[in-house]
Protein backbone atom coordinates (compact mmCIF):
# COMPACT_ATOMS: atom_id res chain seq x y z
CA UNK A 1 0.00 0.00 0.00
CA UNK A 2 2.68 2.84 -1.06
CA UNK A 3 -0.79 4.76 -1.55
CA UNK A 4 -1.24 5.15 2.17
CA UNK A 5 1.88 5.71 2.63
CA UNK A 6 2.07 8.91 0.39
CA UNK A 7 -1.21 9.73 1.99
CA UNK A 8 0.37 9.82 5.56
CA UNK A 9 3.99 11.81 4.72
CA UNK A 10 1.60 14.30 3.09
CA UNK A 11 -0.39 14.35 6.30
CA UNK A 12 2.88 14.61 8.27
CA UNK A 13 4.39 17.03 5.96
CA UNK A 14 1.36 19.70 6.12
CA UNK A 15 1.03 19.14 10.10
CA UNK A 16 5.29 20.08 10.93
CA UNK A 17 4.57 23.51 8.46
CA UNK A 18 0.91 24.12 10.37
CA UNK A 19 1.23 22.05 13.49
CA UNK A 20 -1.69 24.49 15.08
CA UNK A 21 -4.08 24.62 11.49
CA UNK A 22 -3.51 21.98 9.74
CA UNK A 23 -3.30 19.29 12.64
CA UNK A 24 -6.35 20.59 14.28
CA UNK A 25 -9.81 17.91 15.21
CA UNK A 26 -11.95 21.03 13.41
CA UNK A 27 -9.70 20.78 10.13
CA UNK A 28 -10.01 17.26 10.19
CA UNK A 29 -13.67 16.88 10.41
CA UNK A 30 -14.02 20.00 7.33
CA UNK A 31 -11.63 17.39 5.30
CA UNK A 32 -13.73 14.89 5.94
CA UNK A 33 -16.72 16.91 5.29
CA UNK A 34 -15.91 17.92 2.33
CA UNK A 35 -14.59 14.60 0.47
CA UNK A 36 -17.85 13.02 1.79
CA UNK A 37 -19.92 13.42 -0.78
CA UNK A 38 -17.20 12.89 -3.39
CA UNK A 39 -16.31 9.13 -1.57
CA UNK A 40 -19.88 8.27 -1.55
CA UNK A 41 -19.82 8.71 -5.63
CA UNK A 42 -16.25 7.31 -5.76
CA UNK A 43 -17.69 3.31 -4.00
CA UNK A 44 -20.02 3.58 -7.06
CA UNK A 45 -17.05 3.84 -9.81
CA UNK A 46 -15.15 1.99 -8.14
CA UNK A 47 -17.50 -0.98 -8.95
CA UNK A 48 -17.93 0.14 -12.56
CA UNK A 49 -14.12 0.35 -13.18
CA UNK A 50 -13.29 -2.86 -11.96
CA UNK A 51 -15.89 -4.25 -14.06
CA UNK A 52 -13.49 -2.65 -17.03
CA UNK A 53 -16.20 0.44 -17.17
CA UNK A 54 -16.55 3.99 -16.30
CA UNK A 55 -19.38 6.38 -15.45
CA UNK A 56 -19.09 10.18 -16.64
CA UNK A 57 -22.56 10.50 -15.75
CA UNK A 58 -22.48 10.66 -11.81
CA UNK A 59 -22.12 13.89 -11.12
CA UNK A 60 -25.00 15.00 -13.59
CA UNK A 61 -27.02 12.24 -11.85
CA UNK A 62 -26.37 14.14 -8.80
CA UNK A 63 -27.47 17.50 -9.75
CA UNK A 64 -30.85 15.46 -11.37
CA UNK A 65 -31.28 13.71 -8.00
CA UNK A 66 -31.05 17.23 -5.94
CA UNK A 67 -33.27 18.90 -8.39
CA UNK A 68 -35.98 16.42 -8.08
CA UNK A 69 -36.19 15.56 -4.14
CA UNK A 70 -36.19 19.72 -3.59
CA UNK A 71 -39.22 19.74 -6.56
CA UNK A 72 -41.17 17.35 -4.13
CA UNK A 73 -39.79 19.28 -0.59
CA UNK A 74 -40.95 22.09 -2.20
CA UNK A 75 -44.22 21.09 -3.10
CA UNK A 76 -44.97 19.57 0.04
CA UNK A 77 -43.99 22.58 2.17
CA UNK A 78 -40.22 24.32 1.35
CA UNK A 79 -38.59 25.60 4.15
CA UNK A 80 -40.75 24.54 6.90
CA UNK A 81 -41.61 21.57 5.68
CA UNK A 82 -41.07 18.30 7.98
CA UNK A 83 -40.05 14.72 8.29
CA UNK A 84 -42.34 13.48 5.89
CA UNK A 85 -41.21 15.52 2.81
CA UNK A 86 -37.96 15.01 4.15
CA UNK A 87 -38.21 11.02 3.52
CA UNK A 88 -40.43 11.90 0.37
CA UNK A 89 -37.28 13.91 -0.71
CA UNK A 90 -34.84 11.04 0.63
CA UNK A 91 -36.92 8.38 -1.41
CA UNK A 92 -37.34 10.76 -4.92
CA UNK A 93 -33.62 11.61 -4.94
CA UNK A 94 -32.12 7.98 -4.50
CA UNK A 95 -34.78 6.75 -6.70
CA UNK A 96 -34.26 9.43 -9.98
CA UNK A 97 -30.40 8.27 -9.11
CA UNK A 98 -31.60 4.58 -9.56
CA UNK A 99 -33.38 5.48 -12.67
CA UNK A 100 -30.39 7.80 -14.70
CA UNK A 101 -28.04 4.62 -13.67
CA UNK A 102 -30.71 1.72 -15.03
CA UNK A 103 -30.76 3.85 -17.83
CA UNK A 104 -27.04 3.73 -18.07
CA UNK A 105 -26.90 0.03 -17.34
CA UNK A 106 -29.73 -0.71 -20.08
CA UNK A 107 -27.43 1.14 -22.93
CA UNK A 108 -24.37 -0.26 -22.01
CA UNK A 109 -25.02 -4.32 -21.24
CA UNK A 110 -28.39 -4.62 -24.06
CA UNK A 111 -27.64 -2.24 -26.49
CA UNK A 112 -23.62 -2.74 -26.05
CA UNK A 113 -22.60 1.15 -26.25
CA UNK A 114 -19.40 1.37 -24.82
CA UNK A 115 -19.77 2.97 -21.57
CA UNK A 116 -17.68 5.79 -22.10
CA UNK A 117 -20.28 7.21 -24.87
CA UNK A 118 -23.50 5.95 -23.35
CA UNK A 119 -22.37 7.67 -19.81
CA UNK A 120 -21.47 10.58 -21.86
CA UNK A 121 -24.77 10.86 -23.29
CA UNK A 122 -26.59 10.66 -19.96
CA UNK A 123 -24.53 12.91 -18.52
CA UNK A 124 -25.44 15.66 -20.62
CA UNK A 125 -29.38 13.76 -21.02
CA UNK A 126 -29.58 14.12 -16.69
CA UNK A 127 -28.05 18.18 -16.32
CA UNK A 128 -30.57 19.10 -19.42
CA UNK A 129 -33.27 17.12 -17.48
CA UNK A 130 -32.75 19.29 -14.17
CA UNK A 131 -32.20 22.59 -15.63
CA UNK A 132 -35.90 21.67 -17.71
CA UNK A 133 -37.28 20.96 -14.47
CA UNK A 134 -36.07 24.04 -13.09
CA UNK A 135 -35.61 26.62 -15.79
CA UNK A 136 -31.86 26.89 -14.92
CA UNK A 137 -32.72 28.32 -11.45
CA UNK A 138 -31.80 26.86 -8.38
CA UNK A 139 -34.62 25.66 -6.14
CA UNK A 140 -33.85 27.17 -2.73
CA UNK A 141 -36.37 26.54 -0.84
CA UNK A 142 -35.22 23.62 0.92
CA UNK A 143 -36.41 22.68 4.74
CA UNK A 144 -34.77 24.20 7.33
CA UNK A 145 -35.08 20.87 9.51
CA UNK A 146 -33.07 19.35 6.78
CA UNK A 147 -30.54 21.63 6.55
CA UNK A 148 -29.88 21.82 10.56
CA UNK A 149 -29.55 18.60 11.04
CA UNK A 150 -28.35 16.24 8.03
CA UNK A 151 -26.69 19.38 6.40
CA UNK A 152 -24.17 20.79 8.94
CA UNK A 153 -25.45 18.62 12.33
CA UNK A 154 -22.64 16.75 13.95
CA UNK A 155 -23.31 13.50 16.24
CA UNK A 156 -20.75 13.52 19.29
CA UNK A 157 -18.57 15.93 17.14
CA UNK A 158 -18.76 13.89 13.71
CA UNK A 159 -20.94 15.14 10.62
CA UNK A 160 -24.03 13.38 9.74
CA UNK A 161 -22.79 13.68 6.03
CA UNK A 162 -19.41 11.77 7.33
CA UNK A 163 -21.01 9.16 9.32
CA UNK A 164 -23.41 8.35 6.45
CA UNK A 165 -20.45 8.26 3.97
CA UNK A 166 -19.05 6.34 6.28
CA UNK A 167 -21.45 3.86 6.40
CA UNK A 168 -22.22 3.52 2.36
CA UNK A 169 -17.97 3.17 2.63
CA UNK A 170 -18.59 0.13 4.82
CA UNK A 171 -21.09 -1.60 3.13
CA UNK A 172 -19.41 -0.77 -0.35
CA UNK A 173 -16.13 -2.57 1.21
CA UNK A 174 -17.80 -5.51 2.90
CA UNK A 175 -19.91 -6.17 -0.72
CA UNK A 176 -16.80 -6.01 -2.75
CA UNK A 177 -14.90 -7.92 -0.79
CA UNK A 178 -17.16 -11.36 0.56
CA UNK A 179 -20.34 -11.35 -1.20
CA UNK A 180 -21.01 -13.10 -4.83
CA UNK A 181 -21.89 -9.76 -6.24
CA UNK A 182 -18.60 -8.51 -5.51
CA UNK A 183 -16.91 -11.70 -7.04
CA UNK A 184 -18.93 -11.33 -10.31
CA UNK A 185 -17.42 -7.58 -10.60
CA UNK A 186 -13.95 -8.73 -10.62
CA UNK A 187 -14.97 -11.70 -12.81
CA UNK A 188 -16.39 -9.56 -15.55
CA UNK A 189 -13.46 -7.17 -15.44
CA UNK A 190 -11.08 -9.32 -15.78
CA UNK A 191 -12.10 -11.68 -18.32
CA UNK A 192 -15.81 -11.32 -19.80
CA UNK A 193 -16.22 -13.74 -22.23
CA UNK A 194 -14.78 -16.33 -19.24
CA UNK A 195 -17.09 -15.29 -16.90
CA UNK A 196 -19.90 -15.12 -19.69
CA UNK A 197 -18.88 -19.20 -20.12
CA UNK A 198 -18.54 -19.55 -16.57
CA UNK A 199 -22.48 -19.20 -15.74
CA UNK A 200 -22.76 -15.44 -14.87
CA UNK A 201 -25.23 -13.16 -16.50
CA UNK A 202 -22.97 -10.48 -17.38
CA UNK A 203 -25.31 -8.14 -18.77
CA UNK A 204 -27.53 -8.48 -15.66
CA UNK A 205 -24.59 -7.76 -13.59
CA UNK A 206 -23.53 -4.65 -15.25
CA UNK A 207 -26.98 -3.39 -15.11
CA UNK A 208 -27.24 -3.94 -11.33
CA UNK A 209 -23.57 -2.11 -10.99
CA UNK A 210 -24.85 1.02 -13.10
CA UNK A 211 -27.80 0.39 -11.07
CA UNK A 212 -25.76 1.02 -7.55
CA UNK A 213 -23.79 3.39 -9.09
CA UNK A 214 -26.65 6.26 -10.16
CA UNK A 215 -28.46 5.30 -7.02
CA UNK A 216 -25.39 5.93 -5.09
CA UNK A 217 -25.23 9.28 -7.31
CA UNK A 218 -28.65 10.26 -5.86
CA UNK A 219 -27.99 9.75 -2.38
CA UNK A 220 -25.15 12.06 -2.81
CA UNK A 221 -27.72 14.39 -4.19
CA UNK A 222 -29.93 13.96 -1.13
CA UNK A 223 -26.55 14.92 1.06
CA UNK A 224 -25.60 17.80 -1.53
CA UNK A 225 -29.24 19.01 -1.00
CA UNK A 226 -29.12 18.96 2.77
CA UNK A 227 -25.59 20.78 2.49
CA UNK A 228 -26.22 23.79 0.69
CA UNK A 229 -29.90 24.54 0.86
CA UNK A 230 -29.74 24.57 -2.65
CA UNK A 231 -29.68 22.43 -5.84
CA UNK A 232 -26.21 24.10 -7.11
CA UNK A 233 -27.07 23.46 -10.75
CA UNK A 234 -23.87 24.89 -11.85
CA UNK A 235 -21.83 23.45 -9.70
CA UNK A 236 -20.50 19.42 -9.41
CA UNK A 237 -19.36 20.19 -13.38
CA UNK A 238 -16.08 18.11 -12.32
CA UNK A 239 -17.14 15.73 -9.57
CA UNK A 240 -16.96 12.70 -12.64
CA UNK A 241 -13.34 13.41 -13.23
CA UNK A 242 -12.38 13.61 -9.14
CA UNK A 243 -14.41 10.10 -8.71
CA UNK A 244 -12.39 8.60 -11.22
CA UNK A 245 -9.00 10.18 -10.41
CA UNK A 246 -9.96 9.23 -6.61
CA UNK A 247 -10.74 5.65 -7.44
CA UNK A 248 -7.34 5.13 -9.92
CA UNK A 249 -5.52 6.88 -7.25
CA UNK A 250 -6.36 4.52 -4.94
CA UNK A 251 -5.29 1.27 -7.22
CA UNK A 252 -8.23 0.21 -8.87
CA UNK A 253 -7.14 -0.44 -12.73
CA UNK A 254 -8.82 2.01 -15.00
CA UNK A 255 -8.36 -1.36 -17.23
CA UNK A 256 -10.81 -3.81 -15.15
CA UNK A 257 -10.20 -6.55 -12.49
CA UNK A 258 -8.36 -4.82 -9.84
CA UNK A 259 -9.34 -2.59 -7.36
CA UNK A 260 -10.50 -1.99 -2.96
CA UNK A 261 -12.83 0.39 -1.63
CA UNK A 262 -9.96 1.08 0.54
CA UNK A 263 -8.04 2.09 -1.81
CA UNK A 264 -10.06 4.44 -3.22
CA UNK A 265 -10.83 6.18 0.11
CA UNK A 266 -6.87 7.02 0.35
CA UNK A 267 -7.36 7.90 -3.27
CA UNK A 268 -10.31 10.73 -2.74
CA UNK A 269 -8.30 11.50 0.18
CA UNK A 270 -5.13 12.36 -1.14
CA UNK A 271 -6.77 15.42 -3.44
CA UNK A 272 -8.62 16.48 -0.47
CA UNK A 273 -5.94 16.61 1.94
CA UNK A 274 -3.57 18.25 -0.32
CA UNK A 275 -5.92 20.87 -1.85
CA UNK A 276 -6.98 21.54 1.90
CA UNK A 277 -3.09 21.88 3.01
CA UNK A 278 -2.10 24.18 0.02
CA UNK A 279 -4.71 26.67 1.23
CA UNK A 280 -3.66 26.49 4.71
CA UNK A 281 -0.22 27.09 4.07
CA UNK A 282 -1.00 29.85 2.13
CA UNK A 283 0.20 28.02 -1.24
CA UNK A 284 -0.66 30.00 -4.48
CA UNK A 285 -4.13 27.76 -5.59
CA UNK A 286 -2.35 26.78 -9.19
CA UNK A 287 -0.45 24.04 -7.55
CA UNK A 288 -3.01 21.81 -6.15
CA UNK A 289 -3.74 21.62 -9.59
CA UNK A 290 -0.42 20.36 -10.41
CA UNK A 291 -0.07 18.25 -7.50
CA UNK A 292 -2.93 16.04 -8.05
CA UNK A 293 -2.48 15.70 -11.77
CA UNK A 294 1.00 14.40 -10.47
CA UNK A 295 -0.19 12.07 -7.94
CA UNK A 296 -2.93 10.93 -10.88
CA UNK A 297 -0.16 10.09 -13.40
CA UNK A 298 2.62 8.45 -10.59
CA UNK A 299 -0.71 6.05 -9.60
CA UNK A 300 -1.10 4.69 -12.85
CA UNK A 301 2.04 4.12 -13.81
CA UNK A 302 2.69 2.10 -11.25
CA UNK A 303 -0.60 -0.05 -11.98
CA UNK A 304 0.89 -0.36 -15.25
CA UNK A 305 4.23 -1.76 -13.96
CA UNK A 306 2.14 -3.93 -11.85
CA UNK A 307 0.38 -5.66 -14.42
CA UNK A 308 3.58 -6.16 -16.39
CA UNK A 309 4.96 -7.98 -13.70
CA UNK A 310 1.86 -9.79 -12.82
CA UNK A 311 1.97 -10.94 -16.63
CA UNK A 312 5.08 -12.44 -16.79
CA UNK B 1 8.38 -8.07 -5.71
CA UNK B 2 11.24 -6.52 -3.58
CA UNK B 3 12.10 -3.94 -6.41
CA UNK B 4 8.38 -2.89 -6.97
CA UNK B 5 8.20 -1.87 -3.33
CA UNK B 6 11.69 -0.16 -3.14
CA UNK B 7 10.22 2.11 -6.09
CA UNK B 8 6.98 2.25 -4.64
CA UNK B 9 8.63 3.42 -1.62
CA UNK B 10 10.55 5.83 -3.78
CA UNK B 11 7.58 7.68 -5.25
CA UNK B 12 5.75 7.89 -2.18
CA UNK B 13 9.07 9.45 -0.93
CA UNK B 14 9.40 11.68 -4.20
CA UNK B 15 5.40 12.90 -4.11
CA UNK B 16 5.96 14.09 -0.49
CA UNK B 17 9.11 15.67 -1.13
CA UNK B 18 7.50 17.58 -4.27
CA UNK B 19 4.32 18.62 -1.94
CA UNK B 20 7.42 19.87 0.71
CA UNK B 21 8.90 21.74 -1.96
CA UNK B 22 5.90 23.80 -2.90
CA UNK B 23 4.54 24.66 0.65
CA UNK B 24 8.15 25.22 1.46
CA UNK B 25 8.01 28.42 -1.29
CA UNK B 26 5.60 30.79 0.24
CA UNK B 27 5.08 29.64 3.86
CA UNK B 28 5.83 32.70 6.02
CA UNK B 29 6.20 32.56 9.71
CA UNK B 30 3.27 32.63 11.93
CA UNK B 31 4.30 36.30 13.72
CA UNK B 32 1.11 36.39 16.30
CA UNK B 33 1.41 40.35 16.65
CA UNK B 34 0.62 40.75 12.64
CA UNK B 35 -3.03 41.09 11.56
CA UNK B 36 -3.54 37.81 8.53
CA UNK B 37 -5.90 38.29 5.88
CA UNK B 38 -7.43 35.56 3.04
CA UNK B 39 -8.86 37.29 0.28
CA UNK B 40 -10.82 34.15 -1.42
CA UNK B 41 -11.79 34.60 -5.00
CA UNK B 42 -14.73 33.20 -6.82
CA UNK B 43 -12.56 31.38 -9.67
CA UNK B 44 -8.90 31.28 -10.26
CA UNK B 45 -6.99 33.55 -13.35
CA UNK B 46 -10.16 36.03 -13.81
CA UNK B 47 -8.39 39.29 -14.67
CA UNK B 48 -11.18 40.77 -12.59
CA UNK B 49 -10.31 38.90 -9.09
CA UNK B 50 -6.22 39.83 -10.39
CA UNK B 51 -6.82 43.26 -10.15
CA UNK B 52 -8.90 42.92 -7.32
CA UNK B 53 -5.94 41.01 -5.44
CA UNK B 54 -3.75 43.65 -6.85
CA UNK B 55 -5.47 46.13 -5.02
CA UNK B 56 -5.49 43.99 -1.38
CA UNK B 57 -1.97 43.62 -1.69
CA UNK B 58 -1.49 47.34 -2.16
CA UNK B 59 -3.33 47.82 0.65
CA UNK B 60 -2.18 45.35 2.50
CA UNK B 61 1.34 46.33 2.16
CA UNK B 62 0.42 49.73 3.01
CA UNK B 63 -1.38 48.54 6.45
CA UNK B 64 1.38 46.20 7.19
CA UNK B 65 -1.12 42.74 7.44
CA UNK B 66 0.22 39.48 5.49
CA UNK B 67 -2.31 38.45 2.72
CA UNK B 68 -2.71 35.35 1.26
CA UNK B 69 -5.09 34.81 -2.14
CA UNK B 70 -6.48 31.86 -2.11
CA UNK B 71 -9.85 30.51 -5.35
CA UNK B 72 -11.49 27.29 -6.26
CA UNK B 73 -10.77 26.39 -9.86
CA UNK B 74 -14.14 26.82 -10.79
CA UNK B 75 -17.11 29.53 -10.41
CA UNK B 76 -18.81 26.71 -8.10
CA UNK B 77 -20.01 26.32 -4.24
CA UNK B 78 -19.32 22.92 -4.20
CA UNK B 79 -15.50 23.71 -5.00
CA UNK B 80 -15.17 27.09 -2.52
CA UNK B 81 -16.74 25.28 0.07
CA UNK B 82 -13.61 23.14 0.87
CA UNK B 83 -11.67 26.14 0.34
CA UNK B 84 -13.48 28.16 2.71
CA UNK B 85 -13.38 25.29 4.94
CA UNK B 86 -9.47 25.44 4.79
CA UNK B 87 -8.94 28.76 5.49
CA UNK B 88 -11.18 28.73 8.37
CA UNK B 89 -8.76 26.10 9.73
CA UNK B 90 -5.54 28.60 9.74
CA UNK B 91 -7.41 31.07 11.77
CA UNK B 92 -7.23 34.28 9.83
CA UNK B 93 -8.10 37.32 11.57
CA UNK B 94 -10.21 38.48 8.56
CA UNK B 95 -11.38 37.52 5.56
CA UNK B 96 -12.20 39.23 2.22
CA UNK B 97 -14.78 36.39 0.25
CA UNK B 98 -16.50 36.82 -3.29
CA UNK B 99 -19.58 34.15 -2.64
CA UNK B 100 -20.40 32.23 -5.66
CA UNK B 101 -23.74 31.10 -4.60
CA UNK B 102 -26.22 33.51 -2.24
CA UNK B 103 -27.34 30.64 -0.68
CA UNK B 104 -24.85 27.52 -0.41
CA UNK B 105 -22.11 29.61 0.63
CA UNK B 106 -24.03 30.62 3.69
CA UNK B 107 -23.05 28.08 6.35
CA UNK B 108 -19.15 27.92 5.49
CA UNK B 109 -18.99 31.37 5.73
CA UNK B 110 -20.96 31.14 9.54
CA UNK B 111 -18.57 28.74 10.42
CA UNK B 112 -16.01 30.92 9.25
CA UNK B 113 -17.33 33.87 11.34
CA UNK B 114 -18.06 31.82 14.32
CA UNK B 115 -14.14 30.72 14.77
CA UNK B 116 -13.24 34.41 15.22
CA UNK B 117 -12.66 35.75 11.31
CA UNK B 118 -14.24 39.38 10.43
CA UNK B 119 -15.94 38.73 6.82
CA UNK B 120 -15.66 41.31 4.21
CA UNK B 121 -18.17 40.24 1.00
CA UNK B 122 -16.60 41.65 -2.43
CA UNK B 123 -18.13 41.69 -5.39
CA UNK B 124 -20.79 39.07 -5.17
CA UNK B 125 -22.94 38.05 -1.82
CA UNK B 126 -24.92 36.15 0.03
CA UNK B 127 -28.97 36.64 0.36
CA UNK B 128 -28.67 36.82 4.26
CA UNK B 129 -27.19 40.04 4.60
CA UNK B 130 -26.78 39.83 8.41
CA UNK B 131 -23.59 37.24 7.89
CA UNK B 132 -21.14 39.14 6.68
CA UNK B 133 -19.64 42.54 8.16
CA UNK B 134 -20.00 44.83 5.10
CA UNK B 135 -20.13 44.47 1.19
CA UNK B 136 -18.14 46.34 -1.57
CA UNK B 137 -19.43 45.51 -4.94
CA UNK B 138 -19.94 46.97 -8.19
CA UNK B 139 -22.30 50.09 -8.64
CA UNK B 140 -23.88 47.10 -11.15
CA UNK B 141 -27.28 49.13 -11.78
CA UNK B 142 -25.29 51.90 -12.99
CA UNK B 143 -23.86 49.70 -15.53
CA UNK B 144 -26.75 48.28 -16.70
CA UNK B 145 -28.35 51.70 -17.18
CA UNK B 146 -24.79 52.85 -19.04
CA UNK B 147 -25.10 49.98 -21.04
CA UNK B 148 -28.76 50.83 -22.46
CA UNK B 149 -27.32 54.47 -22.84
CA UNK B 150 -24.16 53.53 -24.61
CA UNK B 151 -26.72 50.71 -26.93
CA UNK B 152 -28.22 54.09 -28.07
CA UNK B 153 -25.91 56.14 -28.84
CA UNK B 154 -23.82 53.20 -31.01
CA UNK B 155 -27.19 51.81 -33.02
CA UNK B 156 -28.59 55.74 -33.30
CA UNK B 157 -31.62 54.67 -31.32
CA UNK B 158 -32.83 51.42 -33.03
CA UNK B 159 -32.28 47.45 -32.86
CA UNK B 160 -32.89 44.73 -30.75
CA UNK B 161 -30.71 44.15 -27.74
CA UNK B 162 -29.73 40.38 -26.66
CA UNK B 163 -28.09 39.66 -23.27
CA UNK B 164 -25.42 37.22 -22.08
CA UNK B 165 -25.37 36.04 -18.62
CA UNK B 166 -23.06 33.11 -16.81
CA UNK B 167 -26.31 31.43 -15.07
CA UNK B 168 -29.68 32.14 -13.19
CA UNK B 169 -28.59 33.23 -9.28
CA UNK B 170 -25.54 34.99 -9.56
CA UNK B 171 -26.35 38.44 -7.85
CA UNK B 172 -23.97 40.57 -9.53
CA UNK B 173 -24.81 39.04 -13.13
CA UNK B 174 -28.75 39.35 -12.12
CA UNK B 175 -28.84 42.83 -11.55
CA UNK B 176 -26.65 44.01 -14.37
CA UNK B 177 -29.14 41.99 -16.72
CA UNK B 178 -32.55 43.09 -15.10
CA UNK B 179 -31.40 47.33 -14.83
CA UNK B 180 -30.34 46.77 -18.79
CA UNK B 181 -33.34 45.67 -19.44
CA UNK B 182 -35.59 48.31 -17.60
CA UNK B 183 -33.30 50.90 -18.42
CA UNK B 184 -33.82 49.69 -22.45
CA UNK B 185 -37.87 50.94 -22.08
CA UNK B 186 -36.78 54.41 -21.95
CA UNK B 187 -35.05 54.07 -25.25
CA UNK B 188 -38.49 53.53 -27.46
CA UNK B 189 -36.71 52.04 -30.45
CA UNK B 190 -34.24 49.52 -28.76
CA UNK B 191 -35.89 46.37 -27.71
CA UNK B 192 -35.04 43.48 -25.23
CA UNK B 193 -34.87 40.08 -26.62
CA UNK B 194 -34.11 38.08 -23.66
CA UNK B 195 -31.09 36.73 -21.98
CA UNK B 196 -28.90 33.56 -22.62
CA UNK B 197 -26.55 31.56 -20.46
CA UNK B 198 -23.29 30.61 -20.75
CA UNK B 199 -21.48 29.50 -17.92
CA UNK B 200 -18.72 31.85 -18.19
CA UNK B 201 -17.54 29.71 -21.00
CA UNK B 202 -16.34 31.20 -24.38
CA UNK B 203 -17.42 28.22 -26.02
CA UNK B 204 -20.88 28.07 -24.80
CA UNK B 205 -20.93 31.99 -25.53
CA UNK B 206 -19.86 31.54 -29.45
CA UNK B 207 -22.35 28.52 -29.97
CA UNK B 208 -25.12 30.14 -27.97
CA UNK B 209 -24.56 33.56 -29.87
CA UNK B 210 -24.83 31.84 -33.38
CA UNK B 211 -27.82 30.06 -32.30
CA UNK B 212 -29.70 33.65 -31.39
CA UNK B 213 -28.57 35.16 -34.45
CA UNK B 214 -30.40 32.32 -36.37
CA UNK B 215 -33.66 32.39 -34.30
CA UNK B 216 -33.46 35.88 -34.41
CA UNK B 217 -31.88 38.02 -37.43
CA UNK B 218 -32.77 41.07 -36.23
CA UNK B 219 -30.60 41.25 -33.07
CA UNK B 220 -28.02 44.37 -33.69
CA UNK B 221 -26.80 44.58 -29.83
CA UNK B 222 -25.38 42.11 -27.60
CA UNK B 223 -24.57 42.76 -23.70
CA UNK B 224 -21.78 40.83 -21.89
CA UNK B 225 -21.83 40.62 -18.42
CA UNK B 226 -18.73 38.92 -18.26
CA UNK B 227 -15.28 38.42 -20.06
CA UNK B 228 -15.29 35.05 -21.09
CA UNK B 229 -19.20 35.21 -22.77
CA UNK B 230 -17.55 38.61 -24.32
CA UNK B 231 -14.61 36.94 -26.08
CA UNK B 232 -17.15 34.10 -27.68
CA UNK B 233 -19.46 36.08 -28.88
CA UNK B 234 -17.18 38.18 -30.77
CA UNK B 235 -15.40 34.87 -31.83
CA UNK B 236 -19.29 34.14 -33.46
CA UNK B 237 -19.94 37.39 -34.59
CA UNK B 238 -16.50 37.03 -36.74
CA UNK B 239 -17.18 33.85 -37.86
CA UNK B 240 -20.98 34.77 -38.87
CA UNK B 241 -19.53 38.21 -40.45
CA UNK B 242 -21.56 39.96 -38.99
CA UNK B 243 -19.14 41.78 -36.60
CA UNK B 244 -20.07 44.92 -38.44
CA UNK B 245 -24.05 45.10 -38.12
CA UNK B 246 -23.95 43.37 -34.66
CA UNK B 247 -22.45 45.67 -31.39
CA UNK B 248 -21.03 43.98 -28.94
CA UNK B 249 -20.31 46.02 -25.76
CA UNK B 250 -18.86 44.02 -23.05
CA UNK B 251 -17.76 43.53 -19.43
CA UNK B 252 -14.74 44.46 -17.46
CA UNK B 253 -11.30 45.68 -18.81
CA UNK B 254 -8.19 43.64 -18.62
CA UNK B 255 -5.97 43.33 -20.75
CA UNK B 256 -7.32 41.13 -23.37
CA UNK B 257 -10.58 43.00 -23.19
CA UNK B 258 -8.85 46.22 -23.89
CA UNK B 259 -6.97 44.33 -26.99
CA UNK B 260 -10.26 43.73 -28.57
CA UNK B 261 -11.91 47.21 -27.87
CA UNK B 262 -8.37 48.09 -30.08
CA UNK B 263 -8.88 45.75 -32.60
CA UNK B 264 -12.85 46.53 -32.92
CA UNK B 265 -14.70 43.57 -31.98
CA UNK B 266 -15.76 44.81 -28.86
CA UNK B 267 -17.70 48.30 -29.37
CA UNK B 268 -17.37 49.00 -25.48
CA UNK B 269 -16.62 47.99 -22.37
CA UNK B 270 -18.40 48.48 -19.18
CA UNK B 271 -15.43 48.90 -16.78
CA UNK B 272 -15.83 48.21 -12.96
CA UNK B 273 -13.28 49.04 -10.09
CA UNK B 274 -11.88 45.54 -8.79
CA UNK B 275 -8.80 47.11 -7.44
CA UNK B 276 -10.41 49.60 -5.50
CA UNK B 277 -12.63 47.01 -4.29
CA UNK B 278 -9.63 44.97 -3.39
CA UNK B 279 -8.36 48.02 -1.79
CA UNK B 280 -10.97 49.26 0.35
CA UNK B 281 -11.73 45.65 1.40
CA UNK B 282 -8.62 45.26 3.00
CA UNK B 283 -9.33 48.90 5.12
CA UNK B 284 -12.53 47.53 5.70
CA UNK B 285 -11.23 44.10 6.84
CA UNK B 286 -8.21 45.62 8.86
CA UNK B 287 -10.95 48.10 10.73
CA UNK B 288 -13.18 45.54 11.95
CA UNK B 289 -10.81 43.39 13.41
CA UNK B 290 -9.62 46.77 15.11
CA UNK B 291 -13.17 46.86 16.57
CA UNK B 292 -14.07 49.90 14.27
CA UNK B 293 -16.91 50.96 12.46
CA UNK B 294 -17.22 49.93 8.38
CA UNK B 295 -19.94 50.71 6.30
CA UNK B 296 -22.39 48.04 6.08
CA UNK B 297 -22.79 48.50 1.99
CA UNK B 298 -20.93 50.35 -0.40
CA UNK B 299 -21.01 51.04 -4.39
CA UNK B 300 -18.00 51.05 -6.58
CA UNK B 301 -18.21 53.40 -9.76
CA UNK B 302 -18.19 51.94 -13.28
CA UNK B 303 -17.15 53.31 -16.61
CA UNK B 304 -17.91 53.02 -20.07
CA UNK B 305 -15.11 52.59 -22.49
CA UNK B 306 -14.43 53.16 -25.68
CA UNK B 307 -11.63 53.68 -28.35
CA UNK B 308 -12.68 57.30 -28.27
CA UNK B 309 -11.43 57.60 -24.55
CA UNK B 310 -9.27 54.46 -23.69
CA UNK B 311 -6.74 57.34 -23.37
CA UNK B 312 -7.70 59.62 -21.33
CA UNK B 313 -6.19 59.41 -17.90
CA UNK B 314 -9.72 58.77 -16.32
CA UNK B 315 -10.04 55.76 -18.50
CA UNK B 316 -6.84 54.36 -17.78
CA UNK B 317 -8.02 54.33 -13.99
CA UNK B 318 -10.52 51.79 -14.92
CA UNK B 319 -8.31 49.45 -16.74
CA UNK B 320 -7.37 46.60 -14.71
CA UNK B 321 -4.02 46.23 -13.51
CA UNK B 322 -3.11 42.42 -13.62
CA UNK B 323 0.75 42.57 -12.73
CA UNK B 324 1.80 43.43 -9.26
Known sequence: ?312 | MTTFHRSARAAALMSAAFAIAVTGCSSGSGDPGVTHVTLIQGVKGNPFYTAMACGAQEAAAQLGVRLDVTAPDQFDASLQTPVVNAVTAKRPDGVLIAPTDAVAMRPPIKNLISSGAKVVEVDTALEDTTVSTAHLTTDNQAAGKAAAAKFNEILGGKGKILALSSAPGISTNDERVAELKKALTNYPGLEFTGVQYTKEDATIAASVVSAALTAEPGITGIFSVNSPSTQGAATSLRNAGVANRVKLIGFDAGPQQIEQLKQGSVAALVAQSPYQIGRDGVQYVVDAVAGKEVPKSSLTPVMVIDVKNLESPEAQNFVYKTDC
Open chain 1, 1 to 312: MWILTALIAIIIMFSLVRPDSFASPANARNIALDAASLLILACGQTFVMITAGIDLSVGSVLIFASVVSAKVMLAMGGSNAGLSAIIAGFIVAVAGGLIWGLVNGAIISFGKVPPLIATLGTLGMALGCAQLLTNGVDVREVPTVLNDTLGNGTVAGIPWIVIVAAVVVTIAGLVLSYTRFGRYTFAIGSNIEASRRSGIDVRAHLLKVYALTGALGGLAGFLNVARFATTTIAGHTTDNLNAIAGVVIGGTSPFGGVGTIVGTVIGVFIPAVLQNGFVVSGVQPFWQTVAVGVVLIVAVYFDIKRRARTSK
